[in-house]
């Protein structure tokens, strides 16, 4: 319980490092430093790796159906919690432009909560295209592309629909995808027949 205790603070004094590292190349970019720039960059991929390991000991990383609910949990109490509060305390000590600041941050992690929430449904599709999802049984594979969006915060309709067209299900028809600045958006679903 004590080495728990103690690898999860070296996991934040690492996930802290590795952040710092980027935000110290980017000032040694604007100084004109590239050099010392890519050292602290690599230096921060390094301590990525640290991170990965230590969150590993402590079985911090599950599938992607895990992590993303796990994402989701974190952007919910950032957006229903953490930056209310703060913005809260600002107003108290009448620092308005933190209070503004916090305010726009609690709106944001608001929209990543909503975004993975989607990406969360969208997983069930997959499931469900996959044929692996028992509640339809026999789906037939389906292929999802994906592509970069260059239309940021932009929402798309996608007319997902369960293969298994027997179940005619309404739950997946108008998936909505909204790519904000995510690197990717779903833009088509098609039906892989088997040959
Ligand atoms: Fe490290
Ligand atoms: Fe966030």
Do not use: W
């Not at 996930?15 to 935000?23: H, N, S």
């Not at 990383?61 to 930056?83: F, H, M, P």
């Not at 798309?156 to 995808?177: F, I, L, N, P």
């Amino acid at each position: 319980m004590v080495l728990r205790k103690e690898l999860e603070n070296i996991l934040m004094n690492e996930a802290l490092a590795r952040c710092r590292y980027e935000v110290f190349a980017e000032i040694a970019r604007e100084e004109g430093l590239h050099y010392i720039a890519k050292v602290l960059e690599e230096t921060a991929h390094n301590e990525l790796s640290h991170v990965r390991e230590l969150m590993r000991m402590l079985d911090l990383i599950g599938d992607t159906k895990q992590n993303i609910g796990v994402a989701i949990e974190n952007e919910t109490l950032e957006t229903n919690r953490i930056y209310p509060n703060l913005q809260e305390m600002s107003l108290v000590e009448n620092d308005l432009d933190k209070a503004r600041f916090f305010q726009q941050l609690a709106k944001i992690e608001a929209r990543h909560m909503e975004r993975l929430s989607k990406i969360e449904e969208l997983l069930k599709v997959t499931r469900c295209m996959s044929g692996r999802n028992p509640s339809y049984g026999n789906a037939e594979p389906a292929a999802i592309s994906m592509k970069a969006c260059s239309h940021p915060r932009s929402v798309r309709d996608v007319k997902a629909r369960c293969s298994a067209s027997s179940q005619k299900t309404s739950a997946y028809r108008g998936v909505e995808v909204c790519c904000m600045n995510a690197p990717f958006a779903v833009i088509s679903m098609t039906n892989q027949k088997k040959r």
